[in-house]
């Protein structure tokens, strides 16, 4: 089924470039990616985009044809470093053909794929499971903002800070640690303190308040924190945290409505996803509940699947000895890589006729999956 919407405006790539890195941030891609804008000028007017999984001549040539100027695509058309662009390389004749077209690439991968409410979270709703969690969180995505400001300014402080992206600890808002203090500092001769006068140790009551920032909103938070706060010069430490961010990581986890067989579930799963074709672990006489989803290549996380005492885990990519990996405590079931990670195009389009109902944006009709089966 081809989706479109009928264009009505144009619009400025670094617009559409914000939204998408506010559904996925471009700091929770993997050290190996290579997300977010790779070819275009972020002043530049689109007038479409062609939404992928991968990038093909065939998709640029679908681009050009309906008169597109911008391809949003999951896998990256630049992925490894390129060192060298030899005529007749596949890589050269696509970056070529976009380049030549003006047309404006821009991926959205892992930061995607470690984002719950990305395609993990669209997997699990279409099996019907709710209540879903990250399975493996990620690290080092949090910080702690430590500020100082007069007694009867900590409410508009800590509401500032809230309403920006902190305080959060897991399903709890609005955290944060309040201590009562001293502090003391002298104003120079250019300055024009809030309290105090220039040149005398000033003395004033304070409260130091301690938040939880998302390395997302970071920037946003200590902007915040400025335009709100009344001192000239605001004192504030920014510590890195060593602990999981539990909103973001690889994988999801959560639990069918009720248990059933393991091959009831391989039915589920054809029928819900389409598919002619799974490769599964042995399937055994235990019932199942509890679902692990990783889209894409997830061996690496059958261990923490297995310590998260999921009784499925679903991904792609497995190789002849991961199905080894779990033994009988669960089922590995591969759906291939091509068939959990093309509901991107879905994803993609339902989140930008959601903000923006008058863009011209088209699923592609191109299968880009290079497996075939006989």
């Given at each position: 089924m081809i989706h479109v919407i009928q264009l009505l405006f144009k619009m400025v790539l670094k617009e559409l470039c914000t939204f998408l890195e506010s559904k996925a941030s471009l700091s929770y891609?993997?050290?190996y990616d290579n997300a977010g804008l790779l070819i275009g000028d972020p002043d530049m007017e689109i007038s479409g985009?062609?939404?992928?999984?991968?990038?093909?001549?065939?998709?640029?040539?679908?681009?050009?044809?309906?008169?597109?100027?911008?391809?949003?695509?999951?896998?990256?058309?630049?992925?490894?470093?390129?060192?060298?662009?030899?005529?007749?390389?596949?890589?050269?004749?696509?970056l070529s053909k976009a380049i030549k077209n003006d047309l404006a690439i821009f991926s959205i991968h892992t930061n995607l794929d470690n984002s719950l409410d990305g395609l993990n979270?669209?997997?699990?709703?279409?099996?019907?499971?709710?209540?879903?969690?990250?399975?493996y969180p990620?690290?080092?995505?949090?910080f702690k903002l430590v500020t100082f400001c007069p007694v009867e300014y900590a409410g508009k402080i800590r509401l500032a800070l809230f309403e920006a992206g902190a305080g959060h600890i897991?399903?709890?808002?609005?955290?944060?640690?309040?201590?009562?203090?001293?502090g003391t500092f002298r104003a120079s001769e250019n300055t024009n303190p809030f309290v105090g006068e220039k040149n005398v140790v000033h003395f004033e009551d304070e409260i130091r308040i301690e938040v939880i920032v998302p390395?997302?909103?970071?920037?946003?938070?200590?902007?915040?924190?400025?335009?709100?706060?009344?001192?000239e010069e605001v004192a504030y430490d920014l510590y890195p945290l060593d602990n999981y961010y539990s909103k973001i990581g690889s994988g999801a986890v959560g639990t069918?409505?009720?248990?059933?067989?393991?091959?009831?579930?391989?039915?589920?799963?054809?029928?819900?996803?389409?598919?002619?074709?799974?490769?599964?672990?042995?399937?055994?006489?235990?019932?199942?509940?509890?679902?692990?989803?990783?889209?894409?290549?997830?061996s690496s996380l059958i261990p923490q699947a297995l310590e998260?005492?999921?009784?499925?885990?679903?991904?792609?990519d497995l190789k002849y000895h991961d199905f080894f990996l779990a033994g009988d405590h669960m089922l590995l079931v591969d759906i291939g890589h091509y068939e959990s990670e093309h509901w991107v195009k879905e994803w993609l389009y339902d989140a930008l006729i959601e903000k923006f109902p008058n863009f011209a944006c088209l699923i592609s009709q191109v299968n880009t999956n290079p497996i075939h089966y006989f």
């Open positions: 891609q993997e050290e985009a062609i939404l992928c999984l991968d990038i093909t001549e065939d998709v640029l040539d679908e681009a050009i044809g309906r008169g597109f100027n911008m391809i949003i695509s999951h896998h990256p058309l630049i992925f490894k470093g390129l060192k060298k662009l030899i005529h007749g390389s596949a890589e050269t004749v696509l979270g669209l997997l699990m709703k279409k099996l019907g499971i709710t209540g879903y969690q990250v399975l990620q690290k080092r995505l949090l897991g399903n709890y808002d609005s955290c944060s640690f309040n201590v009562s203090g001293q390395d997302h909103v970071r920037n946003q938070v200590v902007s915040s924190l400025i335009k709100n706060h009344p001192y069918l409505p009720r248990e059933q067989s393991g091959k009831d579930f391989l039915f589920l799963v054809k029928k819900s996803l389409g598919l002619t074709v799974i490769r599964h672990s042995k399937v055994g006489s235990r019932l199942v509940k509890r679902i692990g989803i990783c889209s894409g290549s997830g998260a005492e999921v009784d499925v885990l679903l991904t792609a």
